[in-house]
């Protein structure tokens, strides 16, 4: 028998649910000890849920996380799990308050043994960039927790103390330790998982130590964590990893820091970075849609890419039986936009209807003498107001279908097309949806399916179709530069004149920086969608709505 057999425990917690949270680490405890293991690491606020933002300054709130942690080391104990060792992170209260009084609390790991809590140990960097604010809500720890089990010596870390120098990891060189346990709450970000698995070798070489890290799994309102535990030793190599977007449990038998084996056959790849976005995509609607209590969603079928894509993800996430598709065709949708949005109904096997809306804008535009883009606008808020009709009647999720290029430059109607309590893709790039509908319609084929995404789809010019012969292209760059120039000012953060250096065409550079820059109020109002890159607009990407700064 190995020294230790550690089980990495990648759970799905519910933000707030500690009850049904405390039960699934037992579960997961109880899991383990079936697979022969006497210590369990689990993610990063396994017991309450991760991010919990402001609820970290409700004082009940943190006393019950508290309490559940004790009363899962005595529940363990009674139904004999207590010689098992479990570190699993909650929020605990600070021993003093900030010098604002704001925060009180910390981000912790406890190690649970023997019926008791024997440790616990305060995360020491708070991230306070992107998505994090947690230097506003808790407090920092200094000190690294160490502890001696079955003849090997195990040190604890969470999350952002890996991405920074100084704090407890300073200590570990000094601390003698085999196997670093890392608590993790990491989003996910197309490419990210490389940068995990590389800030972890780096901490098992610079300090002669296995590493095992923990994430968890699941969405989180637009946030989407995608697991890939993943355990390396002393000298960085990989031993294994977890499955991404899954709750997990893979198992490592440990005899030192540099003689570890995977029980079970070892996983080591990854798929390829389409399937982690419709994976991530998938994984983050089902999780909004079950974990808020909705049975269905609803959305506009165009024949578009966009609407193509977002039913394909819905169906995906929670079943085309709880997915409603309405075709709503004004007296400018073409037939190909008629057809092509009830063959993608066909091909999925969601419900569909029609509901056309040239009688409503008809009756609208002949009230208040409506014409030019005022109309336009019009045709959009008619279909919105069907959706959000059909959603107050029937309990639907209304689901807005625009994309991040279309919501950079304001490319959408206030009110209209950009209805709806959930975007499946407003982090997703025009181009980048492209390439999404084609790889699932070629895994799709690859596993004897029948694609879902209509080809004529795919391929036709993309259009709102809200006048003749209208297509996006009247009023935009191709989508290819457009989303090159979006790129440079809004993920790279770059200013004009840097742009204009980059081999960009001034006038078209000034005015899509206008565009972007003038939308700032839409998006504002939108509804929240899955956060895949590093600028997602919403938590990443602050600024002002009134801003001058581009002139």
């Given amino acids: 028998m190995p020294k230790v057999r550690l089980a990495l425990a990648q759970t799905n917690p519910v933000v707030g649910d500690i009850g049904a949270n405390t039960d699934q680490a037992f579960e997961a405890v109880k899991s383990a000890a079936e697979n022969g293991a006497n210590l369990v690491l689990f993610g990063e606020m396994a017991i309450t849920g991760y991010p919990i933002e402001d609820l970290a300054a409700r004082e009940s709130f ?6 559940a942690v004790t009363t899962l080391a005595t529940r363990l104990e009674h139904a004999g799990f207590g010689k098992i060792a479990v570190v699993i992170g909650h929020p605990a209260l600070a021993p003093e308050r900030d010098s604002h009084g704001w925060a009180i609390a910390q981000n912790c790991a406890s190690v649970l043994l023997g019926g008791k809590i024997t440790g616990t140990y305060a995360k020491h960097h708070l991230p306070n960039y992107s998505v994090f604010d947690e230097y506003r809500i808790f407090v920092p720890g200094n000190d690294l927790l ?7 010596k195990f040190s604890t870390l969470i999350c952002e103390d890996i991405w920074q120098s100084g704090g407890p990891v300073a200590q570990l060189a000094d601390s003698k330790t085999d196997v670093v346990l890392v608590l993790n709450g990491s989003p996910f970000e197309i490419d990210k998982d490389d940068k995990r698995q590389q800030l972890v070798r780096e901490l098992a070489v610079n300090n002669t130590a296995a590493v095992a890290y923990v994430n968890l799994v ?17 000298a960085g190599k990989l031993i294994g990893r977890a499955k991404q977007f899954e709750t997990d449990l893979i198992v490592f038998d440990i005899e030192s820091k540099n003689k570890i084996e995977m029980v079970g056959e070892p996983r080591i790849s990854k798929n390829d970075d389409n399937e982690q976005v419709w994976n991530a995509l998938v994984l983050c609607l089902r999780d909004y849609v079950n974990k808020n209590g909705f049975k269905s969603v609803v959305l506009g079928l165009s024949g578009g890419i966009d609407s193509a894509v977002c039913a394909s993800i819905a169906a995906d996430a929670i079943g085309a039986e709880r997915v409603f598709g309405v075709s709503m065709p004004s007296r400018y949708s073409s037939k190909h936009s008629r057809s092509d949005a009830e063959d993608l109904a066909d091909r999925i096997g969601l419900h569909f209807r029609t509901e056309p809306i040239e009688s409503m804008v008809n009756a609208f535009e002949s009230q208040l003498g409506l014409d030019g883009i005022a109309a336009e606008n019009l045709q959009a808020r008619m279909r919105g107001v069907i959706l959000m009709g059909l959603s107050n009647a029937e309990g639907h999720l209304t689901l807005t279908t625009g994309n991040k290029t279309e919501l950079a430059v304001g490319y959408s109607t206030i009110y209209g097309d950009s209805v709806g309590g959930f975007a499946p893709i407003k982090d997703v790039e025009k181009t980048l949806v492209w390439e ?52 440079n000012y809004v993920e790279k953060r770059l200013g004009r004149d840097e742009i204009v250096a980059l081999g960009f065409d001034a006038e078209i550079v000034d005015r899509i920086i206008g565009l972007v820059d003038r939308a700032e109020w839409k998006r504002r109002q939108g509804a929240i969608g899955p956060k895949i890159t590093g600028m997602a607009f919403g938590r990443d990407r602050r600024l002002p709505i009134t801003n001058r700064s581009h002139k």
């Fill in 62 to 67: 943190i006393m019950a996380a508290a309490s």
């Fill in 146 to 152: 160490s502890f001696e089990f079955q003849g090997l």
């Fill in 218 to 234: 699941g969405g989180q309102d637009d946030l989407v964590f995608d697991g890939d535990s993943l355990l390396v030793d002393a």
């Fill in 436 to 487: 999404l509908a084609k790889w699932r319609n070629e895994f799709a084929t690859a596993n004897g399916q029948t694609p879902p995404i209509p080809e004529n789809s795919i391929t036709k010019p993309p259009s709102a179709e809200l006048r003749p012969d209208q297509t996006d292209q009247d009023s935009l760059p191709e989508y290819e530069l457009l989303d090159d120039l979006l790129d």
